[in-house]
């Protein structure tokens, strides 16, 4: 049987191919290369936002709004960059498991991270490869709002999700502008909570600050029915705010219009191919600097490299003064 | 006159030279390479913690302290991740000038983020470079709490400082755990504030999680009275939790004596040599790939490389087996 139809129909063969993908051994790079001319097809959704705004309870009602209404299989894809040293994702994991467990067209991954963040990324992007080959039609990738991953996720994913809660203290405004600069939808969870209108105006005040060319669209719509396509330039994609609670499951019909209208979007204006092919790119780059770096440290002798090390550290030669002298073939 | 005596005496030279190191200039590597062999004397302290702690203020009220105790110039290294876009760190400049306007003795410089998160990491210990070589004892490097970028940042400072705030909700927690295990001194800040023993207890069962082979001692000091150098073995440091109340200008004295007393445990363990030897190889071995990379590219033609990029965009070879092609000789 091929890889990918054994990755179709057994689940304990793509459990074990990812742990493979993510260890980044043999095995799992041959697997990423005969998977890859499979992939392409999934619609990649990025979910992002602060703790405490719920964004687990509505990636899991997300699924299952999903899963009944295409009866797609969804892969969900947590990643905690927050904990490098001990991982952070298991307790998220067992309150998922009370939801959509027995259902076998959702497949749930968790992911700490591995070394650096750039090393995450690029784990990341592997494991969705390997789901959308397996052919999970929507991966829905999870993280904490963190800075950077959010970023680099955005970057990942078609369709980016942030989250945020009603009142959600003062002092996170500052990072909210921020995170709201890579939403392509903004959701606004846990909206019977008090202070929902305040918190509204304030982030439909923060688009303004990142979108102002389409300041003058962003109070024509309503809430959540402003549509791109007939109040904003036509290439040009206006942030709806969407209301959601997710334990109640009220608003999801709401949401995965929003997320089907933006996908339309990217595959009517270019952005869908666009942001495949920047996501590429910055793998392959990395994958040369990779193997740059392993052929250049198999070339040089372990005490050559201790010596010029040993001139840096005792400040004789800068970190640039040294990188130059080891590839002018001095060592090599 | 020597650059390095230029800078000690010369503010604006100095915020030119930053500027410089900051863009990456020919003029600002020139300079880190003649600036470097003065370097390697000054005490980095990072400071990070959840936006809402007060932790600028605490930064601010940090190098007041020492200012009076010890006339030694300060540095203040503002890093903002969370806004790559936009830059996030402009307000907090504005509220700092207030506090510190007029010493000559302190010198603040705001960072946003440029590029990737490793790019981050480089400038910023760029510019602590700078600041140590012109004679600033001690370098505060402030970020927002943020993931990743705190790793980066305790790897970066000899002693990192976690700041917490009384009752900072219950969902943070999870954070938390994660930022603990960066933390050499854990500063509970607004310590005024109700729930400020709930919180420390909190505080301090993490960090018993975080250094299980130390819980014993965890309860024998009273806070902010553990010695490691008493209560604990002898080459082990058990963050300290402090409390501060930073706009009263409380709880400063404990905790310049607890910086001090880390210093001290990194000098006489050997803590310090080998958080400096660890960042010079980072460093190094980051430029040693852009390096590569850069030749890489200078070596390749843009159109044989525009030619296998546009067979992985087709899914006819997998990016790993481009970077194959690419490197094995075929293009080059």
Chains 1, 2 share one sequence.
Not at 99 to 117: C, K, P, Q, W
Not at 326 to 331: A, P, S
Request: hydrophobic content about 40%.
């Amino acid at each position: 049987m091929k890889l990918v139809d054994r990755l179709t129909s057994d689940r304990l063969a793509l459990s074990r191919l990812l742990t493979e993908v993510e260890n980044d051994t043999p095995e799992g790079r041959a697997a990423l290369d005969a998977l890859y001319p499979h992939s392409g097809k999934a619609h990649l959704i990025g979910v992002t936002g602060s703790p405490g705004t719920g964004k687990s309870s509505l990636v899991n009602r997300l699924a299952l709004h999903y899963r009944r209404q295409t009866g797609e299989r969804i892969a969900i894809l947590a990643v905690d960059p927050t904990s490098p040293f001990t991982g952070g994702a298991v307790l998220g994991d067992r309150v998922r498991m009370r939801d959509l467990a027995g259902d076998e067209g959702v497949f749930i991954r968790s992911m700490a991270t591995r070394g650096s963040l750039g090393g995450l990324a690029h784990t990341t992007a592997a494991l969705t490869r390997v789901f959308d080959a397996a052919g999970y039609a929507i991966i829905i990738i999870e993280t904490v709002g963190a800075g950077q991953s959010e970023v680099d996720i955005a970057r990942l994913a078609h369709t980016t999700l942030v989250v945020e809660a009603p009142n959600f203290g003062d002092d996170i405004q500052a990072i909210k502008a921020g995170i709201l600069e890579i939403a392509d939808i903004l959701v606004l969870n846990k909206a019977d909570l008090p202070g929902v209108e305040v918190t509204e105006r304030a982030l439909r005040g923060m688009l303004e600050m990142v979108h102002p060319a389409q300041r003058s669209f962003l109070h024509h719509g309503q809430v959540g029915k402003i549509d791109s396509k007939t109040s904003a330039p036509e290439n040009s994609w206006i942030p709806p705010i969407l209301r959601t609670i997710a334990i109640h499951a009220q608003g999801f019909d709401e949401l995965t219009a929003a997320i089907a209208r933006h996908r339309e979007f990217l595959l009517q204006y270019g952005g869908w191919s666009h942001r495949e092919r920047a996501r590429l790119e910055t793998e392959m780059e990395t994958l040369i600097q990779e193997t740059l770096t392993a052929r250049f440290r198999a070339g040089i002798r372990e005490l050559d490299y201790e010596e010029v090390l040993a001139k840096v550290f005792d400040h004789r030669l800068s970190p640039r003064e040294a990188v130059k002298e080891m590839l002018n073939g001095r060592y090599i």
